[in-house]
């Protein structure tokens, strides 16, 4: 299926809510996550629908073994994690392109912009180096106006491209975490 191409969406709409339509413009059937607070809208929107199976995930490499099945099945799956699982994911990273089945993250970005947690910020640094060095291509997302188009990008390359794409949602649009703190 071949999705129409996008325009920067208008800012009055959510930036997950942007991903979900992408989602649904690619005949995404499976999403796979971790609890994240940043994917959290954008999971409820896919458990909500009627098209697309959600599985929660006790760990974050999990996903692309399930993402090879999905394909194998004929549907098309994503991957939502934080940078800081992307550590647990490197072993099968290599999965997607040794077997040649296309593969989407999409990963919200810790140990970036205005951190307060100085246990994020290794991962969080490794992350663009640790997924080139394994084959993946990326796109990178700070502002909201840039998320669906970026994310269809990502969604086209994957899988009318058959390859391995990650999405960083980076810190800049997902707002800074402060826990309560000022």
């Known amino acids: 299926m071949t999705a129409a ?7 009055n709409v959510d930036w997950r809510d942007q991903i979900f339509e992408v989602f649904q413009d690619h005949d995404v059937k ?5 609890p994240d607070a940043g994917h959290g809208r954008l999971i409820e929107a896919c ?30 799956s994503v991957l939502l994690m934080q940078s800081s699982g992307v550590g647990n ?8 392109k040794t077997l040649r089945f296309p593969f989407l993250t999409l990963i919200t970005m810790r140990g970036d912009y ?17 997924l080139e060095a ?7 997302v700070e502002t909201a106006d840039e998320v669906k188009a ?11 491209g058959g390859q391995a794409v990650a999405v ?9 975490k402060n826990f309560g703190k000022k």
């Open 47 to 76: 458990q909500r629908s009627n098209s697309i199976r959600t599985l929660a995930l006790t760990t974050e490499e999990e996903g692309i073994p399930l993402a090879a099945g999905a394909w194998l099945g004929g549907q098309r």
């Open 30 to 34: 499976q999403v796979y996550h971790v």
């Open 150 to 160: 970026t994310v269809d990008a990502a969604a086209r390359s994957a899988f009318n």
């Open 114 to 130: 205005g951190e307060f947690n100085s246990w994020q910020y290794p991962m969080g640094q490794g992350t663009p180096k640790v």
């Open 5 to 11: 191409p996008t325009q920067p969406a208008p800012s």
């Open 89 to 96: 994911t490197i072993n099968l990273m290599g999965m997607p």
């Open 134 to 140: 394994m084959g993946v291509l990326l796109y990178s």
């Open 168 to 176: 960083l949602l980076r810190q800049k649009l997902i707002g800074i």
